[in-house]
């Protein structure tokens, strides 16, 4: 068996200790006889597993008291839907367009009722964050909408860029949710589907500050009602019982790796070994996006040749290298570097770039 280091932009690399202990504990969880994917949503082993992993995710992320942790499926796409159905209340909300994830949750948001976009960046090819003079605030707004980190664009915003504008900011944080702290407290509700930097996909976490429940009209089906979701601790109906469990073993790994600023320690230094191949690179290598807005999680790079491509990833792959190949809306590379992918594999990726420019420039 050879695991070879994972760029995957998502379902993405999981921690390899926690895939062993998963593995460890398959056929019979803690001695309960049975694995966790076949035991009842509503016994006791299970409500131990869902109660410890959102205490240690409350932990990891300082999230206060006034906030709920939902445990939900669908993706952050269904959020796109399920976000306005319960906070719109007939009012309308703000968009801000960075990249193609909050164009799709504006796009998505304008099937169920009022949306305004606030700012985009697309005319500059979404390789920048609007300046404060291009974003059109209502101040009357049900909410504001950001997609903090762009896993196609690799545009991420700095948590320290994040203002109070007087209404709840609500944030699209699926690429880049505990790689590094992030004040909870800023934010109405922040979501993130799992299988980027949480777990396997089937989940999506929804950190959602309780004045926002109970807005919800009744017309929406209760499934979708964040305020019932909440009532029933994530339980109205069955949860995606084995997504969770893994997810609250990569909670226990991160605590045991520094928590989140032990991460974001080791998530800048791999990000500045990754920025600085590309940007030394002489050329051969680009990354479009203004450098205070980077992403240090999803890496997008051309090559100033695009007739290597093809012969980049296949290098790349007997090189041990997987999932380079960049999204279609933009071309080129692209290195996710989350939290289970370690320095060692970037360090493995970056040597793998300056040898292959070295033969190919
Ligand atoms: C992957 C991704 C999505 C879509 O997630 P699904 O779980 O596939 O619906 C939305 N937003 C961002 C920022 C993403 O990275």
Known sequence: MTRLWNFSAGPAALPEAVLRQAQEEMLDWHGAGCSVMEMSHRGNEFTAIIEQAEADLRELMGIPEQYKVLFLQGGATQQFAQIPMNLLAGRSADYIVTGSWSKKAFKEAQRVGTVRCAATTESSHFTRLPVAEEIKLDPFAAYLHVCTNETIHGVEIPAERIADTGVPLVADMSSHILSRPVPVEKFGLIYAGAQKNIGPSGLTLVIVHRDLLGMAPLSIPTVMDFAVMAENGSMLNTPPTYAIYIAGLVFKWL???????????????????????????????????????????????????????????????????????????????????????????????????NDFAKRNG
């Open 255 to 353: 605590k045991a790796q520094g928590g989140l600023a032990g991460m974001a320690a080791v998530n800048d230094e791999k990000a500045r070994l990754l920025y600085q191949t590309i940007d030394n690179s002489g050329g051969f290598y680009t990354n479009p996006v203004d450098p205070d807005c980077r992403s240090a999680m999803n890496v997008p790079f051309t090559l100033a040749n695009p007739e290597l491509d093809a012969a980049f990833l296949a290098d790349a792959k007997a090189a041990g290298l997987l999932s380079l190949k960049g999204h279609k809306s933009v071309g080129g590379m692209r290195a996710s570097i989350y939290n289970a992918v370690s320095l060692a594999a970037v360090q493995a990726l970056t040597d793998f770039m």
